[in-house]
């Protein structure tokens, strides 16, 4: 029996309406593709803090129809500054600089805003909220969806994007799980008249101190800091045995950064990130073995989640739902075996390597002595060395 002579409830079934399933159905419903997305939360409101897009995923959005450009903040310069007293160590122009060389904007924005901006170029009856994925099992022709409280889905094909903690990476990949990179991280925003001393918020800003960095930056109009604090203790906290996160306080974060000798205009956005505040155990995914399985496929965190010192993590997924788009509507659903293994064929090494240097960076500013000179030393060559992560632009091969 063949797939279409299955009654099929939907044609492709995306699993998370996060940034890369929502990149993905507009992808494919701007090919004519149906699609359908289902997403466990019960909104597609976004929390948390904000996100950058670099050009990889900048001039991908902008073929699709979505300018985050119009509501986000384009860093005129990137700073490296040194943690105890703020002395520059290095600056470089992003702003038109960056987008003459590398094809489109840098834009630091809020993740909620950018999800809106995804969200509305989907039409609301093709997202299905309150449907989280519990099992997945492959049928004769289908694929068939199980969800916590809710009636089954048979889709011809479906696609595991549903971040980190992947549901549908255990049925394609087996039980493979992140893992701990032994840095801790706390975030917030912070409004900017809170910290007049902080210099030049609206630039990307890595405060790089032994143990621990700071990035920092602007988002959407500018009225905001997003703040990302990383360290990496010497032996990682009990709470990380059993879980990712663990609820904390400023008053922590601060004693722990003032402690270090950390910059009072660090101390200050510190202290006034509000509301609730999280410490984070930072990971990273190991290699999976295979991206698909039959007619499913992941993308996005659940097949190569990265750490976020690239700032590359959503721009990833968005490579991979725009190529994966472009196969499957080339293709259509009944040719997913071909597009499947030419996806997997033209991503897995770029992400892989996305995800080595991600690593290598957050080791990178956390340098200290003499090995942290070398780094200074060694930061203008940095434009030219992680060009090829910027300036990538992603192929989709035309029909033979
Ligand atoms: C501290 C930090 C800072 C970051 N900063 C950046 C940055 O500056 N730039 C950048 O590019 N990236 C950044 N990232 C990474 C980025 O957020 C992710 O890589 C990106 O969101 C991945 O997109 P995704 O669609 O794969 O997953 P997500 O955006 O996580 O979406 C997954 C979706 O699936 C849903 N879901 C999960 N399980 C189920 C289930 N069982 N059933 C149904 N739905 C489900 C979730 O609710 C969610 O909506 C950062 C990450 C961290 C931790």
């Known amino acids: 029996m063949e797939a279409w002579s299955l009654n099929h409830d ?4 995306v699993v998370g309406g996060g940034l890369g399933g929502l990149t993905l159905a507009i992808g494919l ?3 004519g593709v149906s699609v359908d997305v289902f997403e466990q939360a019960d909104d597609l409101r976004e929390v948390g803090a904000g996100v950058a897009l670099a050009a990889n995923s900048t001039r991908l959005l902008d073929r699709l129809g979505v300018r985050p450009e119009s509501a986000g903040n384009a860093p005129p310069d990137v700073h490296f500054r040194r943690w105890d007293d703020g002395t ?4 470089h122009p992003v702003g038109d600089w960056y987008r003459e060389r590398m094809g489109g904007p840098f834009l630091t924005l809020h993740r909620a805003t950018l999800r ?14 309150c449907h989280r994925l519990v099992g997945i099992d492959q049928e004769l022709g289908g694929v068939r969806l199980r969800f916590a409280g809710r009636a089954d889905v048979l889709a011809r094909i479906a696609v595991g994007v ?5 549901a549908v990476r255990g049925h394609v990949a087996g039980a493979i799980a992140p893992v701990l990179s032994g840095e801790i991280g706390f975030r917030g925003l912070i409004p900017v008249e809170r910290c007049p001393d902080m210099p030049t918020p609206t630039s990307m800003q890595f405060w790089c101190g032994p143990g621990t960095h700071v990035v920092a930056f602007g988002i959407d109009d500018g009225t ?21 996160r663990t609820a904390g306080s ?17 101390l200050g956005l510190i202290d006034n990130v509000g509301g609730d505040m999280h410490f984070w ?3 990273d995914l190991p290699p999976l073995a295979r991206w698909s399985r039959g007619r499913v496929v992941l993308a996005g965190d659940a097949v190569h989640a990265p750490l976020p010192h690239q700032g590359q993590g959503a721009g990833q997924a968005i490579e991979d739902a725009y190529v994966l788009a472009g196969l499957l509507a080339r293709a259509g659903t009944s040719g997913y075996p071909d597009a499947f293994a030419t996806y997997e064929r033209l991503r897995r090494s770029r992400a892989r390597r996305v995800q080595h240097y991600s690593r290598q960076a957050g080791r990178f500013y956390k340098l200290e002595g003499a090995a942290a000179g070398r780094r200074d030393a060694a930061l203008p060559g940095l434009p030219e060395r992680i060009r090829w992560i910027h300036a990538h632009d992603v192929e989709v091969p035309t029909a033979h």
Do not use: C, K, M, Y
């Open 281 to 283: 155990a930072l990971l």
């Open 162 to 166: 549903d971040g980190i903690h992947s």
């Open 250 to 266: 400023s008053t922590e974060a601060l004693a722990l950064f003032r402690g270090l000798g950390w910059d009072s205009r660090i």
């Open 88 to 91: 520059l160590i290095w600056s």
């Open 224 to 244: 905001l800091i997003n703040l990302l604090a990383v360290h990496q203790p010497d032996r990682l906290p009990d709470w990380t045995r059993t879980s990712h």
């Open 29 to 31: 419903l701007g090919a």
């Open 116 to 129: 809106r901006l995804l969200a509305e170029a989907v039409p609301p009856e093709r997202v299905h909220t």
């Open 10 to 13: 939907v044609d492709v079934a």
